[in-house]
């Protein structure tokens, strides 16, 4: 069975401070990993995935299959940052386009 | 581009009762996926449309079924309600059926079961 853990509920750090959201995920497979944001009154929304190994908004993850991880980071925190950040790996025998299993979620929040 | 739709916003019901919740996917896209999000639970999967099929579902009973239209528009029934049906129900889209295909999600609709 595949399973995602977020084992932070609420984070909170100050403007300026590094970032880092964790998440682990069990899959037997090959898994893809996905970081979702979900803003204040704002749908959900896809903020990067592992394949594309982009920065999107100055957050980057890396995935690390020894250590199943797949960590949400950025060096200096944005108030516009605050939001709810949810992991998601997408597995399973759908060819690639299957369900996502997603983590609890983590709410984070920058303080001035 | 306007983006996934849900309807109704809000809907309550009582236990017994079966509910049905409408999604319309971005144009263009055949996929649609359907999510649960209780309290306490998370955001879970559960049922995937593509090209008027059922593709998979999530570990939820047969009362939670759907279907998907030739518009690629989909509803999701949920027969024989019960209390912890309450949750808010996401829809997402996603291009034609392919690897790496990104899922855009609709507003949601808020079901109340009393």
């Known amino acids: 069975a595949q399973r995602v853990t977020q084992p932070e509920k609420l984070l909170s750090v100050f403007k300026g401070a590094p970032v880092e959201l964790k998440c682990n995920y069990s899959y037997s497979g090959s898994p893809e990993l996905f970081w979702y944001v979900q803003y204040s009154r704002q749908r959900l929304q896809l903020l990067l995935r592992h394949i594309s190994r982009e920065s999107i908004k100055g957050f980057t993850a890396d995935l690390n299959k020894g250590e199943t991880s797949f960590h949400l980071k950025k060096p200096f925190a944005q108030e516009e940052d605050s939001a709810m950040y949810y992991c998601a790996l997408r597995g399973g025998s759908g060819g690639g386009a299957d369900g996502l299993t997603f983590g609890k979620g983590t709410h984070l929040i920058i303080q001035p | 581009e306007a983006g996934v739709t849900q309807s109704p916003t809000h809907l309550i019901k009582t236990r017994g009762q079966q509910a049905t919740l409408r999604c319309s996917p971005i144009s263009g896209h055949t996929s649609v996926y359907w999510y649960q999000q209780a309290l306490g639970l998370g955001l879970q999967f559960l049922l995937w449309y593509d090209e008027g099929e059922e593709r998979n579902r999530g570990n939820f009973p047969p009362r939670f079924s759907g279907r998907q239209f030739p518009n690629y528009s989909s509803e999701l029934n949920v027969n024989a309600l019960e209390l912890e049906d309450s949750a808010l129900y996401l829809c997402?889209?996603?291009?034609?059926?392919?690897?790496?295909?990104?899922?855009?999600f609709g507003p949601g609709t808020r079901l109340t079961v009393l």
């Open positions: 997402a889209s996603s291009p034609s059926y392919s690897l790496y295909n990104e899922q855009f």
